[in-house]
């Protein structure tokens, strides 16, 4: 929320040149802002303790009423910033670079390879990722898919920036045969305490996506 205005923000994920750019949609006009990411992302890039020397890779975004939370797929580390602060350098208001906090997670995977995040969301104070699982240690270039997974990550513990509890972390589709590569997931209804409706997208490298409709039972 900017002045009692509400927004949509997304950005890209900082892999390639082009890459570095960010838009602020507001909501009741729909009227669109873009903005640099390339002051945050070099920044982030030179910080090897984020990074780990990896190529940055941000695959996801989430935010809550005061932090925004950045998911890079290289490493599987959550990158978590005031949201006043990070808001103001972007909408260039200060020059001051925010500081984030960072939290590395380890998820399983298939086939000996490692899933990495691939989108999230926050709904009922519960923060649901999604991982995909794919043979490529290139941001850019594709390879096999083998599949994907959702997951529920303990925001107590995460708001707290300690290492949070996964929580009902398994794979998408039945009896483990979807391979598809999940990129995205909003949850749209809770149901009970225990169940929630959600909707992923997925992205087959071909230049084609599919809806799915998910079923989460915690």
Excluded: H, W
């Excluded at 960072?102 to 298939?110: A, D, H, K, T």
């Amino acid at each position: 929320e900017i002045e009692n205005k509400k927004y949509l923000f997304t950005g890209g994920s900082g892999s390639a040149k082009g890459r570095d750019k960010g838009f602020l949609i507001e909501l009741n006009s729909y009227k669109v802002t873009e903005v640099s990411l390339s002051g945050i992302y070099n920044s982030l890039k030179n910080n090897q303790k984020i990074t780990g020397n990896l190529v940055l890779n941000i695959e996801g975004l989430a935010a809550t009423q005061n932090q925004m939370l950045f998911f890079n797929r290289s490493n599987n580390t959550i990158i978590i910033y005031n949201e006043t602060s990070f808001l103001s350098f972007i909408r260039g208001l200060t020059d001051i670079n925010p500081e984030p906090n960072y939290i590395s997670l380890e998820l399983p995977g298939i086939n000996n390879i490692r899933a990495g995040f691939s989108g999230a969301d926050i709904f009922d104070n519960k923060l649901f990722f999604t991982a995909s699982v794919e043979d490529t240690d290139d941001p850019v270039l594709d390879g096999i898919v083998y599949g994907s997974f959702l997951g529920l990550l303990n925001m107590d513990s995460l708001i707290k920036s300690k290492i949070p509890e996964i929580k009902n972390y398994t794979r998408i589709g039945k009896d483990n045969t979807f391979t598809g590569k999940v990129e995205a997931i909003s949850i749209y209804k809770k149901v009970n305490d225990t169940e929630y409706l959600g909707l992923c997208v997925t992205d087959d490298d071909q230049g084609g996506s599919e809806l799915l409709s998910v079923r989460i039972v915690l």
